[in-house]
């Protein structure tokens, strides 16, 4: 579910900033009107994590990593919290702990207490610390939780190292065109100018763009801006990320490897829930807020509402495409073996291993190419801006 920012004025005239979970900013705006607040202005929480990465996802983990082996100790969850405080590393989460330790303090729940910070704490966790709070048991959801984030963090992780190779190359072939541009081709434009020959049209082409450099590079800045926003904008209300995410799940080629990752985040999450002692409707609502996918989410939440109505699970995945066939047949073993959080693991770490292999194709297409773009751009230039002196010799006669 999207995070927004928000500036409201009370009814004594107070203004008040804050951030909350809602499906559109359309119904957060209804919500706080319903409390009788004056809507200032909404948007979209703008953030470079994902999940209880806004915190910074690595430090989030050593701090439940702390907080379960704390807690495992016999430490309350003040006395677990208040041990927590000092971070460094992560200024935010330091931030936050001091206001956290203080409502529990005061009487708030742990998860209440974290569901008014959405920003650093994700729905997964926050349903894992209400989890607990209702079985009397913290330390077991939250170690489920840990393996969780691990194994995002793992998957995150691996698209990563992937992409990094190819965004190398096409910054070395940005450096390639910069120096050419900017140190080679005006002495080129120098030379033919003082010839005073007729030069070939793609010649003549090229020089133009070298003279209007800053001129072409401000549009192509405009154009990336504008198409940036368009994006935000669409991804600011749900349907606008519905067709987005629509979009995404037909790419060629790429498609397998964002729905390969999209199932293997989804298996993740309810088995993680699951296997921590959450009933499986609530655990179902809480994958489909923390689904950073809506085409997924809102067939997840289809598929829950057919469970809630008496359907069975793996028969309301199927109805729904919530799931491929494959995962769907094991879940239906999970159902009648009564082991659906652990058959759910297995459906991740199956997509995981996916996730690999059309990693490993997908990079194994997408190399080759950057390489022959960059040696046709690069070629190309260098062929244009040499037309001219295959005739060199006639000129100067």
Known sequence: MPHYVYRVISEKG?????????????????????????????????????????????????????????????????????????????????????????????????????????????????????????????????????????????????????????????????????????????RFIRMYVDFEAELPWPTLLLMQVVQHLPVCIAVLAALAAAGYSGYRFLGASEDGRKRIDA?????????????????????????????????????????????????????????REMVVAGKSLAESLETTAALPVTAVRMIQVGERTGDLGVMFAEVAEFYEEQVDHYLARVMALIEPLLILLIGLFLGGIIIVMYLPIFSMAEVIK
């Open 14 to 186: 107070h203004v008040i900033d804050g951030e909350a979970s809602a499906r559109s900013a359309a119904e957060l705006s209804k919500e706080l009107e319903s409390k009788g607040y004056l809507i200032q202005r909404i948007r979209p929480k703008v953030s470079f994590g994902f999940g209880a990465g806004k915190a910074g996802r690595r430090e989030f983990a050593v701090f439940v990593r702390e907080l379960s082996a704390l807690l495992k100790a016999g430490l309350t969850v003040p006395e677990a919290l208040e041990a927590s405080l000092h971070r460094p590393e992560d200024s935010r989460l330091a931030g936050i702990l001091p206001r956290l330790l203080q409502n529990i303090r005061e009487g708030m729940a742990f998860s209440q207490s974290c569901l008014q910070h959405p920003g650093v704490f994700d729905n997964v966790f926050i349903s894992s610390i209400a989890t607990g709070e209702k079985t009397g048991d913290l330390v077991k959801p939250l170690q489920k939780y840990r393996v969780y984030l691990a194994r995002s963090l793992a998957l995150q992780q691996k698209v990563r190292q992937a992409i990094s190779y190819p965004l190398f190359l096409l910054g070395v072939l940005a450096l390639a065109l910069l120096v050419l541009f900017v140190f080679v081709m005006p």
């Open 247 to 303: 979009f995404k799940e037909r790419i060629p080629v790429f498609n397998a490897l964002y729905n390969a990752t999209t199932h293997a985040r989804l298996g993740r999450t309810l088995g993680s829930l699951l296997e921590s002692g959450m009933p499986l409707a609530a655990a179902m609502q809480a994958t489909v807020e923390a689904s950073a996918n809506q085409m997924t989410a809102s067939r997840l939440r289809q598929a």
